[in-house]
């Protein structure tokens, strides 16, 4: 029983460590916290919240606060002009927007939105292409120069007047989403956390160098945007092979629709932009894409796009290869100065200390005085913002001194003036601008509805006019006059009857249609719309239909040669010639497509270089092309090198991309044909005959290929004839060795390749023969070998097979024999051997469990004990006899273990406790073996902690009696002692050792 003493001190330790974890959970939890405390709220509005930092908060946290987004601290860093906060420092929160469009009285904000078409790990090979290196330092450009990458949709809320957006705002999109982008570009742009826009070409997916849905799928999953290119980058001011407008509406409405569905359907996202073709475009598109619900449209004209920007007609700038940081930094148009209103000292604008104290009468309850201080700090900026001509923030800022103070006078008084002051300033700039907007002076009538908008940034009707002076060259207004019908109105508006349909679509005019009198109709800009012109009837019109049918099929070969037949008989049929051009061009693609370069080349040729794409692919065929040689004679040197070095796998991996890659190029597919017949005659040299005639089966020309096959089987008649010679010498020889084994697997090499089957099946009697002499020599080893020499497709192979058993079975009986005869090292070593052969395996590993047994045995018999161990832990445990022979021999180290032990010398202490584990190992069960190891284990254990207290005890006497000596170094007694305490030393460090050991 323990004393109370002991409990009450358990206790106070108790209730200390309950207050230590305690206090330790609390110092924790203010750690954890330091730096999160959220920001004093001074005081809350629908509009907006004034907010005072605590310690260590950042604008991002009061971002996420309350605007519940952390990527929104841009708006309160602009709102307050700051990039940083600090303690005790008091910020307003916006909750509404406070700059539409970022007018400015110099200038407003532009968004550049940059577009890139590949990537390359190294040297771009095109201008359309940038290196990883360029990309890597063009993105940190942007990071470290402050600019906000938005996405598209931020740059359409801009644009459609709803949000505001960072002042260096930037878009990044990408044109048809190659591989490189997914190697390249994609993790850059993750590294970075830019969003990003992909515009793709649904049928392109299945194109190797493209990315897959699969691919594309994770990206719009990691936040990447997806938009259409159209679904096979149709140009759409062309109209191919003048077909009906009616065919050509149905077509370029298949690209818009049909490009979206496939991107919604696959990647479950919304498909709202698009980027055309070429970059061209014209108001029918722009109307089939409203339509069709697309929020905006993208050319390649380069620029900043500002708030008023056709969204139809967008500007995107091109970054090409040659570009070095300064380039770039141009195309990074964010603001364009424009003077539109100066400061406004022509203004009169009321300061508020000359105002009454008291017009509508003050409240009842005053505000808290630190209000009423702060108010007049927002105050002073609204009059300075005011003073400046930045309207929209002075009133937003009166807003918030009057919200602060609201029973100050002076602030509702200056609020209601400044508010009538833009009001009618906003009112007389829009008369102006409708005015220059009536005598055509449009760039006075933008820079009058611009003012407009600074002075009152809700002014609609200046916004709406802005907004449709942008696209005033789209369309023109027509009135019906009495008589007036649609082929009528398009002949003379575009002198073409045929464009009647194209009013009829674009004013959404049903049939029948009858127009009345004064409808007002838009007239859409015909200039790039494809309206078919009438045309005579041509004598050939049944077969231009006929390959017009053909080419649409994209059976080209057939609609080439009937093209050719209608100009051979009319050589200046446009029709046809325009047809004939395009189907070099596609035909020319397809074949490009299906990587024959040379015969796409042949074709391209055929075309009119004047033809719109044909130099282009020409371009790129040219270096394609080039690239393909190139790459056939690098591969080509690499394997010359792999036949010095006798690698001849890799060799043939290498010929298969060669065969692959030169299939391009008809001049690629040339030089590895002569490679190819010089390298097997190296390959014929070096009696490498079956990679000879591997290579030789890959020359793609029939008569080069005979005439490198017939080289080869020359070489083979040669060594063959040889290697018979000396098979037939080694046949005839006495000695049975390995030699004759060499000789076979030489000669089999050439076998198989040589056309006499009778030579194979003389060779596979040969084997026969010669394996049973040796196996009646008692050479089973070398016996078995060659028989297994034997085909299986030979007459003779079942023979061998008996052969084989036959041999094996006196192998395994001659094993036996020697381990009768106590020879256990041959029998085993006889027995493995024939494991390794891999034949009678039961029968032998049961007599390899019986040798090793048997040689416990006898070892134990000669108490040769740890030996015997050895080769009864080789045995398989559960062998017949091997448990028992288990338990002989842990007896025996029991027996060996407890004399040890009676002994009592540290050796035999530490032979105690080895033989107790090895008896244990044997008969874990064993309850003598359990009691000898604990024994012996806590004996040598007391022992070594004595030996420790004594050594440390010496130790300490011999500190003293070096002190003495220090002090007299003649002293005889202490002389003595040290040479007597070391000695005693070296004998515990030597018994601590043993112990230890």
């Known amino acids: 029983m323990q004393p109370a003493s002991y409990k009450i001190k358990s206790r106070f330790k108790a209730i200390a460590l309950v207050f230590l974890l305690i206090l330790t959970a609390c110092v924790e939890k203010q750690i954890v916290n330091k730096g999160d405390d959220p920001p004093k709220r001074i005081f809350p509005f629908e509009e907006f919240v004034i907010a005072e930092i605590q310690s260590n908060a950042d604008i991002a946290d009061l971002a996420n606060e309350y605007l519940g987004d952390r990527s929104k601290s841009w708006i309160i860093s602009e709102f307050n002009s700051i990039r940083n906060v600090t303690a005790g420092q008091k910020v307003v929160i916006p909750k509404e927007p406070f700059n539409l469009g970022g007018l400015e009285s110099g200038g407003y904000q532009t968004v550049p939105v940059l577009v890139y078409h590949g990537f390359s790990k190294n040297k771009p090979i095109t201008k359309w292409n940038v290196s990883e290196k360029a990309f890597e330092a063009q993105m940190k450009f942007l990071k470290k120069k402050k600019y906000h990458v938005i996405s598209l949709n931020q740059l359409s809320d801009f644009c459609e007047y709803k949000a505001p957006i960072p002042s260096k705002a930037v878009v990044i999109t990408i044109n048809v989403g190659y591989q490189s982008f997914w190697k390249i570009a994609f993790p850059i742009l993750k590294r970075y956390n830019f969003p990003f826009t992909i515009f793709i070409i649904p049928d392109w997916i299945k194109q190797k160098n493209t990315l897959s849905w699969a691919q594309l799928k994770t990206i719009a999953q990691q936040g990447g945007d997806v938009q259409s290119f159209t679904m096979s980058f149709r140009n759409f001011n062309e109209n191919k092979n003048q077909a009906s407008f009616r065919k050509y509406l149905k077509n370029v409405e298949y690209e818009i629709e049909q490009s979206k569905m496939e991107i919604e359907d696959k990647l479950g996202q919304k498909c709202q932009y698009l980027a055309y073709p070429d970059g061209v475009t014209n108001p029918l598109i722009i109307k089939l894409l409203k339509k069709h619900g697309y929020r905006a449209a993208f050319g390649s004209n380069s620029g900043g796009n500002p708030f008023f920007a056709d969204r139809y007609r967008m500007r995107r700038s091109f970054i090409r290869s040659d570009y070095d940081l300064k380039l770039f930094e141009k195309e990074l148009i964010v603001f364009k100065k424009k003077l539109i209103v100066s400061k406004s000292a022509e203004l009169t604008l009321p300061k508020p200390d000359n105002l009454p104290d008291n017009i509508n009468g003050a409240p009842e309850v005053p505000p808290e005085p630190s209000l009423v201080y702060l108010s007049k700090n927002y105050m002073h900026k609204a009059q300075e913002l005011a003073n400046n001509s930045y309207f929209t923030m002075a009133l937003y800022y009166w807003k918030i001194a ?543 902690e004595r030996f420790n207290e004594n050594l440390i005890k010496i130790k300490k006497d011999l500190i003293k009696i070096k002190k003495c000596l220090k002090q007299d170094p003649d002293n005889k007694e202490c002389k003595k002692d040290l040479k007597k305490r070391t000695k005693d030393l070296e004998k515990v460090q030597k018994n601590l050792q043993i112990l230890k050991k």
Not at 745 to 770: F, M, Q, T, V
Not at 788 to 794: A, E, F, G, I, Y
């Open 402 to 944: 009057g919200r602060l103070d609201p029973a100050n006078n002076e602030i509702r008084q200056a609020t209601a003036n400044l508010k009538k002051i833009t009001r009618d300033e906003a009112d007389k700039y829009y008369g102006k601008g409708k005015f220059f907007f009536n005598q055509n002076a449009f760039d006075k009538a933008t820079d009058a509805f611009f003012a407009a908008l600074i002075y009152n940034q809700r002014h609609e009707k200046a916004l709406e006019d802005l907004t449709d002076l942008s696209k005033r060259k789209e369309y023109k207004y027509y009135k019906v006059k009495k008589g007036d019908k649609l082929k009528k109105i398009a002949n003379k508006m575009y002198k073409n009857r045929n464009a009647a349909i194209l009013i009829a679509f674009y004013n959404d005019l049903d049939a029948p249609i009858k127009l009345e009198e004064g409808d007002t109709l838009k007239i859409p800009d015909s200039q790039n719309i494809p309206i078919p012109t009438p045309q005579p009837p041509s004598p050939h019109s049944k077969k231009i239909k006929k390959a017009l049918k053909l080419f649409e099929a994209r059976r080209f070969e057939k609609a080439f040669t009937l093209a050719e037949e209608i100009l051979e008989k009319d050589p200046s049929n446009t029709k046809t010639i325009d047809l004939k051009n395009a189907i070099c061009l596609e035909w020319a693609k397809k074949l490009r497509d299906d990587k024959s370069l040379s015969r796409s080349s042949e074709i391209l040729i055929k075309a009119d270089p004047a033809y719109k794409g044909v130099d282009r692919l020409r371009e790129e065929m040219e270096k394609e092309l080039k690239q393909v040689y190139d790459q056939v004679r690098g591969l080509i040197k690499e394997i010359n090198a792999l036949v010095q070095a006798k690698q001849f796998e890799n060799l043939m991996a290498i010929t298969e991309k060669i065969v692959d890659i030169a299939i391009q190029n008809r001049e690629a597919a040339d030089l590895a044909n002569t490679e190819f017949v010089k390298i097997s005659q190296k390959l014929s040299a070096q009696n490498r005959f079956g990679y000879a005639l591997e290579l030789c089966n890959k020359i793609d020309d029939p008569s080069v290929r005979e005439k490198a096959v017939n080289n080869v089987f020359t070489d083979i008649e040669e060594r063959t004839k040889s290697s018979l010679n000396k098979l037939k010498n080694a046949i005839q020889s006495e000695k049975y060795d390995k030699k004759v084994l060499a000789v076979i697997d030489e000669i089999w090499e050439y076998a198989y390749l040589h056309p006499d089957p009778g030579l194979r099946e003389s060779i596979n009697r040969a084997c026969l023969k010669r394996g049973r002499e040796i196996s009646a020599h008692g050479r089973y080893s070398l016996a078995i070998e060659m028989l297994k020499k034997v085909q299986t497709d030979s007459s003779v192979h079942d023979e061998s097979e008996k052969a084989v058993l036959a041999a094996t079975q006196n192998w395994l009986l001659d094993a036996k024999k020697l381990s009768n005869a106590g020879q256990f090292k041959k029998a085993l070593t006889t027995t493995e051997q024939i494991l390794k052969a891999g034949l009678l395996e039961k029968e032998a590993i049961e007599l390899r469990n019986k040798i090793y047994l048997l040689w416990c045995q006898k070892l134990r018999r000669e108490k040769k004990y740890d030996d015997a161990l050895s080769k009864l832990n080789k045995a398989d445990k559960n062998y017949a006899g091997v448990k028992k022979e288990k338990k002989k021999l842990a007896k025996i180290y029991f027996k060996l273990g407890d004399n040890a032990y009676i002994n009592g010398t540290f050796e035999d202490l530490k032979k105690a406790e080895k033989a107790s584990v090895i008896c244990l190992k044997l008969e874990p069960d064993n309850i003598n073996c359990k009691n000898l190891f604990t024994d012996a284990k806590n004996l040598i254990k007391k022992l070594i």
